[in-house]
């Protein structure tokens, strides 16, 4: 029953955070992604289901005009975080499932990860980005969509935020 | 295939980062809406800082070249409404699309409710693409960026910024410690 | 608490010092802004004549720069005075200060016309080009054809700057010179300036 290590320090985390970043910026040109993943994936199987459906929407289109939707760039980015932040949390002593005491999320929460999961979805494939790739990696080149996006977040975050305490005791 | 790799290296130490900063923590996250907890204020404000400055000083030094970066381009209504929904899932599931895989990779079930909430999200989006595409290319702008819509020079605007955000966090670790 | 305190430091110098360091990017902003290009060419803010630019030149017309775009040998051959070459490969590696004027030129025109497009590409938005090119140059300011019957105000102006540069004007159409004679024929003699 060891208590969880904390966590590190957040500013410094952050400016290693913003190194990782620019590093992207430097060898690709291009920032960060999460939510792009998920499209190619999303798109990748609908093709492989239902081509026709992929060929009707534009969207799924996007993500499979160049090459497999499987090795897109983001998708393997992705890879990469569940790799990196699985050989942390377990090199912290992080990892949830290690211990018995870990509180085991009551099915509201779940169905509200879920719901809050889809909203999310919609929300990132409507601005063409979420928190990492376009309000972080966005916001950093000054973007003026990427900063029109983080206030519209943090307003929403904040309006919602009362309606939903249950969920956060 | 090198691109690929580089992919997978930067994913890695962007999940390592992110987990480190405890940000595959829902109740952390959740926490800053009720502005308990400021980590994810702190974590994205020092990140933004530190690749907004490495961005224009690499640039200034020659490193690399600020105008060759891709800069997301802007849609005014649908990043607006975007941003909203967005917020709204977030309070919610206390995860982001990036996070919820570092809750994964943690051994947090929510996490992976949150991703597959995600899929369903943007699979959405693709299958009702038809009908909604006139607002998803509604008011675009290009790759508008700050420095363009004020016409303030570059340097100004990343003084500016840096002053509010250092600003902030000032104000946050204040707040923290008079408590 | 102090490493953060260094951090904040740290980034807020960086931050305060960015505004007096000049812009980082040689291309201010990405893509071609299609409308203002149109404005521009439909307004004709986009080209100057060799005339105007001979007007430029000898007023000294302050942050004025010249580029002709053509190769290092063309250049040496023949260019219009004050002139910089920059052919076109380097010309897009340069960097452009906003308060510059950027005058390009080519042999006919149709060069530099399209270096000024790849310069609003980068975000130059201060150039300039000159429509006819060094050929224009020479019809136009070194040997350039006197209207007949024009009003004498404007013929010696014309006289005049072309004298500055060096040059003799023909009169009504009639042959004045070799000048004007090789320009008769269509082959102008490369060897002429100042």
């Known amino acids: ?169 | 295939m090198n691109d690929l790799l580089i992919a997978g290296g930067i994913g890695i130490a962007f999940g390592w980062a992110l987990e480190c900063a405890g940000l595959g923590d829902p109740p952390k996250l959740a926490g800053q809406f009720y502005l308990r907890d400021f980590t994810v204020l702190k974590v994205m404000l020092s990140a933004m800082l530190t690749a907004m400055l490495g961005v224009f000083w690499g640039g200034r030094l020659g490193m690399l070249d600020p105008g060759a970066l891709y800069v997301p381009e802007t849609y005014l209504l649908p990043q607006l409404v975007g941003g909203l929904v967005f917020g709204l899932g977030f309070v919610l599931s206390g995860l982001c699309p990036g996070t919820s895989c570092v809750a994964l990779a943690s051994g947090r079930v929510e996490g992976a409710a949150t991703m597959l909430g995600l899929f369903a999200g943007v699979l959405l989006v693709g299958l009702a693409f038809p009908r909604i595409e006139p607002f998803y290319r509604s008011t675009p702008h290009g790759p508008l960026t700050l420095q363009r819509l004020t016409g303030l020079p570059y340097g100004v605007v990343v003084a500016l910024v840096t002053v509010v955000a250092v600003s902030t966090l000032a104000w946050i670790a204040k707040r923290e410690a008079a408590q | ?194």
Not at chain 3, 26 to 50: C, K, M, P, W, Y
Not at chain 3, 73 to 82: L, N, S, V
């Open chain 3, 1 to 194: 608490m102090r490493l953060v305190r260094g951090l904040g430091i740290g980034a807020l110098a960086l931050g305060l010092v960015a505004p007096f360091v000049g812009s980082p990017s040689r291309t201010q902003q990405r893509g071609l802004d299609l409308d203002s290009i149109a404005r521009a060419i439909d307004e004709g803010s986009d080209h100057v004549s060799a005339r105007q630019l001979a007007e430029w030149i000898r007023d000294r017309r302050p942050g004025l720069r010249i580029i002709d775009v053509r190769s290092p040998d063309e250049f040496h051959d023949d260019a219009i005075p004050t002139a910089e070459n920059l052919p076109i490969d380097q010309l897009v590696r340069s960097r452009f200060a906003p308060d510059q004027t950027i005058v390009l030129y080519s042999q006919e025109g149709a060069h530099a016309g399209q270096a000024w497009v790849m310069l609003r590409s980068l975000g130059v938005t201060q150039a300039v080009f000159v429509p006819g090119g060094l050929a224009d140059w020479r019809e136009e300011v070194l040997s350039p054809l006197l209207p007949a019957n024009g009003p004498p105000a404007e013929r010696a102006r014309i006289v005049e700057l072309s004298h500055y540069f060096g040059g003799s004007p023909r009169i009504g159409g009639e042959q004045e010179g070799e000048v004007a004679g090789a320009a008769q024929t269509g082959q102008r003699s490369r060897r002429r300036g100042c």
């Open chain 1, 1 to 169: 029953m060891r208590p969880l290590r904390s966590y590190a320090e957040p500013h410094a985390t952050g400016v290693c955070l913003g190194l990782v970043l620019l590093a992207c910026f430097a060898l690709t040109g291009q920032g960060l992604g999460a939510s792009g993943a998920f499209a190619s994936v999303a798109s990748g199987v609908i093709a492989a289901v239902s081509p026709e459906t992929a060929v009707h929407s534009a969207y799924f289109r996007s993500y499979l005009q160049d090459g497999s939707p499987w090795t897109a760039w983001l998708v393997v980015e992705i890879m990469g975080v569940l790799v990196g932040a699985a050989a942390s949390a377990v090199l912290a002593g992080r990892t949830r499932l290690t211990f018995v005491r870990a509180v085991r999320p009551s099915g509201g929460r779940l169905f509200a990860g879920l719901a809050g999961g889809m909203l999310m979805g919609v929300g990132a494939a409507l601005a063409r980005g979420c928190t990492s790739g376009l309000a972080l990696s966005g916001g950093a080149l000054l973007s003026a969509g990427a900063w029109i996006f983080m206030v519209a977040l943090f307003l929403a975050g904040f309006l919602a935020a009362p309606l939903v305490r249950r969920l956060w005791p």
